[in-house]
């Protein structure tokens, strides 16, 4: 009979990789001068870095306390195995517009977010009770920092443009966030299996990272 801590802890270690492989990239965006130019962009990328780091912390020491090994290697195996999409998604030596480095990051974010609806279910049908709530508690970060980007970037856009000289009315992107917003809440209508418009949005057709 399998053991249902040590079947989970590949799986905590393997979102313990997701974020990590993000959080380098969004580090590297910390640095960037574009996203400078832009205040709200660059107020989302250090919290972002800060919560990430917080969430890799936490998975890498509670998947040490599994036993049967450390983190680092199944971390290691699972960067190189299940993370070619991030690593796609991220090039180290573009300098990309405010906007698409959010867009970037609110991609990669989707993927975590699945991620952990994933490690939570995993773990609630494993009945590790400990593992399940640090899931559903990163997840609801991840959710929170995804809409708070989604509602960042018609303004980001706006002012690229006219930063650009186009004759943009940068007022609108009031009206593009409630659009959009809008558009969500409306997708969200008669979900009832336990996900809101928060978590619909964070799972944007992306796919899990982990493999069975």
């Known amino acids: 009979m399998k053991d249902n801590r040590e079947s989970l802890r590949p799986y905590v270690a393997d979102m313990a990789a997701v974020e990590k492989h993000i959080l380098e990239a969004v580090e590297r965006q910390r640095e960037d001068d574009g996203i400078k130019e832009f205040p709200e962009a660059a107020q989302l990328v250090g919290r972002l870095e800060s919560i990430l780091r917080n969430h890799v ?3 890498e020491s509670h998947a040490e306390s599994f036993g049967g090994g450390g983190a680092a290697s199944t971390v290691k195996e699972a960067v190189t195995g299940a993370l070619g999409f991030v690593a796609g998604l991220y090039d180290k030596v573009r300098k990309d517009k405010a906007s698409r480095a959010l867009r970037d990051d609110y991609t990669a974010l989707s993927l975590a977010s699945v991620s952990y609806t994933m490690l ?3 773990a609630l049908g494993l009945s590790q009770g400990t593992t399940a709530d640090i899931a559903l508690n990163n997840l609801r970060e991840i959710n929170q920092i995804l809409i708070e980007i989604s509602q960042a970037i018609p303004r980001v856009v706006l002012k690229e443009l006219s930063f650009e000289g186009y004759p943009v009315e940068t007022g609108l992107a009031e009206r593009a966030v409630q659009n959009t917003q809008e558009a969500w809440s409306r997708s969200s209508l008669g979900q009832t299996v ?6 619909v949005q ?5 796919g899990g990272s982990f493999t069975r």
């Open 57 to 59: 912390q936490e998975l």
């Open 202 to 206: 964070g799972n944007l057709g992306t």
């Open 120 to 122: 939570h279910t995993t």
């Open 194 to 199: 336990g996900v809101g418009a928060s978590s």
